[in-house]
């Protein structure tokens, strides 16, 4: 076990590299692009509005001047625009050395649809991520020693929201239940990536992937759930976004970190504290579960992977 915490001071040079980060205009994308960029590297930030992703870009610029930061539109609710962004993504760059998956959706009171018509949650945090990543899965295999980082919750194994993947009712049409709905999407990021991670072995290519979880940090994912979290537990026991989003950078970044590798925090019941390697639930790393779930995602997004 560590006895060192883990900490931004940890980060290598990040000079050369560029990073993809998606919802990086806010909480834990934000604070992932201001520290990467004082390391050195290239962040494209991507947010679904444009207006608030300029202005959280120039926020950093202000702070950091020489951050190297360019901006596109990325709504990961709509394939149309995951498609699109690919296509424009391609012919701007030919390298991607880290695709941080972390984009999230967190309990909408009601039940919302992206524009496929998919539960919102599902549709975003799971089959958004799932179509962005095949479709710059060719560049992320021509980008030597690659890599991709999935932002995943401590939710996917919260018993009390019985994380499961529904595939009876994938989209709560029968029943919504907004916390059940965020549990299955967060259990799916989980073995969507050790699925992807198995399947990049296989074919002997050397992009990993690995995974994080944030603890229960303040940010504004929490706005709609209710006043008991989003307010009081939030002022007393989540940590700050500084702390909170270590996780996912070590993911991202540590030289020693191995494929499928899971870090969060240890403390509190790995509510809090600093990153260290992790287990996720037993579901997780049920493999014929996630073959069903990829054969289920590539279907729903009309994307077959190329390895």
Same mark, same amino acid.
């Given at each position: 076990?560590?006895?060192?915490?883990?900490?931004?001071?940890?980060?290598?040079?990040?000079?050369?590299?560029?990073?993809?980060?998606?919802?990086?205009?806010?909480?834990?994308?934000?604070?992932?692009?201001?520290?990467?960029?004082?390391?050195?590297?290239?962040?494209?930030?991507?947010?679904?509005?444009?207006?608030?992703?300029?202005?959280?870009?120039?926020?950093?610029?202000?702070?950091?001047? *020489?951050? %190297?930061?360019?901006?596109?539109?990325?709504?990961?609710?709509?394939? /149309?625009?995951?498609?699109?962004?690919?296509?424009?993504?391609?012919?701007? /760059?030919?390298?991607?050395?880290?695709?941080?998956?972390?984009?999230?959706?967190?309990?909408?009171?009601?039940?919302?649809? =992206?524009?496929? @018509?998919?539960?919102?949650?599902?549709? +975003?945090?799971?089959?958004?991520?799932?179509?962005? +990543?095949?479709?710059?899965?060719?560049?992320?295999?021509?980008?030597?020693?690659?890599?991709?980082?999935?932002?995943?919750?401590?939710?996917?194994? +919260?018993?009390?929201?019985?994380?499961?993947? @529904?595939?009876?009712?994938?989209?709560?049409?029968?029943? /919504? *239940?907004?916390?059940?709905?965020?549990?299955?999407?967060?259990?799916?990021?989980?073995?969507?990536?050790?699925?992807?991670?198995?399947?990049?072995? =296989?074919?002997?290519?050397?992009?990993?992937?690995?995974?994080? @979880?944030?603890? /229960?940090? %303040?940010?504004?994912?929490?706005?709609?759930?209710?006043?008991?979290?989003?307010?009081?537990? *939030?002022?007393?026991?989540?940590?700050?976004?500084?702390?909170?989003?270590?996780?996912?950078?070590?993911?991202?970044?540590?030289?020693?970190?191995?494929?499928?590798?899971?870090?969060?925090?240890?403390?509190?019941?790995?509510?809090?504290? &600093?990153?260290?390697?992790?287990?996720?639930?037993?579901?997780? &790393?049920? %493999?014929?579960?996630? %073959?069903?779930?990829?054969?289920?995602?590539?279907?729903? =997004?009309?994307?077959? &992977?190329?390895?």
């Amino acid at each position: 076990m560590e006895n060192v915490n883990w900490t931004t001071n940890n980060i290598p040079s990040q000079q050369g590299k560029t990073f993809l980060i998606t919802g990086a205009n806010s909480g834990l994308g934000f604070e992932a692009t201001k520290v990467l960029s004082k390391k050195g590297a290239h962040i494209i930030m991507t947010a679904r509005n444009l207006q608030k992703g300029n202005e959280a870009l120039e926020a950093i610029k202000k702070e950091n001047p *020489n951050a %190297k930061l360019d901006l596109m539109q990325l709504d990961l609710a709509d394939f /149309y625009s995951i498609r699109n962004f690919s296509n424009e993504f391609h012919s701007k /760059y030919s390298k991607l050395d880290v695709l941080v998956n972390n984009t999230g959706v967190m309990n909408p009171p009601k039940r919302e649809v =992206t524009k496929q @018509h998919f539960s919102v949650q599902f549709g +975003t945090n799971h089959l958004g991520h799932f179509l962005l +990543t095949g479709l710059l899965l060719d560049i992320l295999k021509n980008t030597p020693n690659s890599r991709v980082s999935v932002q995943s919750s401590i939710v996917h194994k +919260t018993e009390s929201m019985k994380p499961d993947i @529904h595939f009876d009712d994938l989209n709560f049409e029968k029943s /919504y *239940n907004r916390d059940q709905a965020y549990a299955q999407s967060k259990l799916a990021n989980l073995l969507f990536a050790y699925e992807l991670d198995r399947r990049l072995k =296989t074919n002997n290519i050397n992009t990993i992937v690995t995974v994080a @979880h944030p603890g /229960y940090t %303040k940010t504004n994912l929490q706005a709609n759930s209710g006043f008991l979290m989003s307010v009081i537990l *939030n002022n007393i026991l989540a940590q700050n976004v500084k702390i909170g989003t270590l996780p996912i950078l070590r993911a991202a970044t540590d030289e020693n970190v191995k494929g499928s590798e899971y870090f969060g925090p240890t403390k509190m019941m790995e509510l809090k504290g &600093y990153p260290k390697l992790v287990k996720s639930s037993d579901k997780s &790393y049920d %493999k014929d579960l996630a %073959k069903k779930l990829w054969k289920v995602s590539e279907k729903l =997004t009309n994307l077959t &992977y190329e390895f």
